[in-house]
């Protein structure tokens, strides 16, 4: 995707001292990244706390994004005025439940899910778009609105049937994360005791299958073991739609330098989110502490938590460039499903000013940053449409 910055080339007719110049030049960069809309983030929980926290399955009636949100009680990070300053073009609502709710339960929350983004997207129609596919997102872009793409975030939501899978697809979900926190029998999660050892026969039915209908595979959640195994038998490009480096922060969350390059060859994507514990070594390993004391309260008032701020979310987006190329590497913020926390400096859905600006002064180029805020995800889904289509 390419950015026309050459206004940004224009020298002021008075003279800044060479630091102000550099600010203001970025500041005008990450203004023309902005205008140009090219963020499409990989994963947004709003979806569920609008439901959870603000009013059920009705929360869409008696929440008004198009207001500041961050002051409601419990306040959101997400509103429209903060998606346009963001600079969104498109945005993947997650349809996460509760790992805990399975069987045809887990079915029934799931189209509920799905009907507060449809009905969201109806009541903001100069706002949102429903997009189902790389075209459509770029057409929602052009008109001015910003692309409402949605995910399942966890196997267990099929409730073992290829005939649910394909009817979420026929309602508009693009692409489904093979677990949550808890294995699902035939894929495992890297935060459960593994019962698949990778994926399961059925496991690999699943995949074929979100291949042959255009939905793509994430991996995001699953341990390395089921990354591994399924990036060995899919056809199309993968995402990691909110995930981080473990050579950065060892959690078992973020993903593995060898699973990162498997993922460049395949033409995937690990897009990169702001949760700290996620992000940080140091508070991964506070939380580690807090969990084990006997009084966590009184454990964090006399230790505070460790600052995490925006350079540390750049540190993984460098390592996963280095590893994997930039072409491999995107945004997932999973705003709104990490508790009202998120990096400093980051805290809503405009927070990626933050990062492009950081990402310029250690030398990434516009382009560069326009693909990783959503030229390469774009990509991805027009390979899995590809892959669909030849299918057919």
Request: hydrophobic share 50%; charged share 20%.
């Amino acid at each position: 995707m390419r950015i026309a910055i050459a206004g940004l080339l224009l020298t002021a007719l008075t003279p800044l001292p060479a630091a102000a110049q550099d600010a203001a030049s970025i500041e005008r960069r990450v203004e023309a990244l902005v205008a140009a809309r090219v963020v499409i983030d990989g994963h947004n929980d709003l979806p569920w706390e609008l439901r959870d926290r603000h009013g059920g399955v009705d929360a869409v009636d008696r929440v008004d994004l198009m207001q500041s949100t961050d002051r409601l009680d419990p306040p959101l990070q997400t509103d429209i005025p903060r998606l346009r300053r963001g600079g969104y073009g498109g945005q993947f609502w997650s349809l996460w439940i509760p790992a805990s709710v399975t069987g045809p339960a887990a079915v029934k929350m799931t189209i509920e899910e799905i009907d507060i983004v449809r009905r969201m997207v109806a009541r903001y129609p100069e706002a949102f778009a429903l997009a189902d596919t790389a075209a459509e997102v770029e057409a929602a872009r052009r008109s001015g609105r910003i692309a409402a793409l949605m995910g399942i975030e966890g196997g267990h939501q099929i409730d073992n049937s290829l005939a649910v899978l394909r009817r979420y697809r026929d309602l508009g979900v693009l692409y489904m994360t093979l677990t949550h926190s808890k294995h699902v029998g035939w894929a495992d999660s890297a935060t459960d005791a593994p019962a698949a050892n990778g994926l399961a026969d059925f496991g690999r039915a699943v995949i074929a299958e979100m291949n042959r209908i255009g939905m793509i595979v994430d991996l995001s959640h699953v341990s390395p073991e089921t990354a591994r195994a399924a990036l060995a038998v899919t056809r199309a490009p993968v995402i990691f739609s909110h995930s981080n480096a473990f050579a950065v922060n060892p959690h078992p969350r973020n993903v593995p330098d060898d699973v990162l390059r498997a993922t460049a060859a395949n033409g995937g994507v690990v897009m990169v989110n702001v949760y700290p514990p996620f992000v940080s070594d140091a508070v991964r390993r506070w939380n580690a502490a807090r969990d084990a004391a006997r009084d966590a309260a009184a454990f964090a008032a006399a230790n505070p938590r460790p600052a995490v701020g925006v350079g540390a979310v750049a540190d993984h987006v460098e390592h996963i460039a280095r590893v994997a190329g930039r072409a491999h590497v995107g945004l997932g913020g999973d705003y709104d499903g990490i508790g009202g926390d998120a990096v400093a400096g980051m805290a809503g859905v405009d927070g990626w000013r933050a990062l492009f600006a950081e990402l310029m002064r250690r030398g990434w180029s516009d382009a560069d940053i326009a693909a990783l805020a959503g030229g390469n995800v774009l990509r991805v889904m027009r390979g899995v449409e590809k892959v669909a289509a030849a299918a057919r």
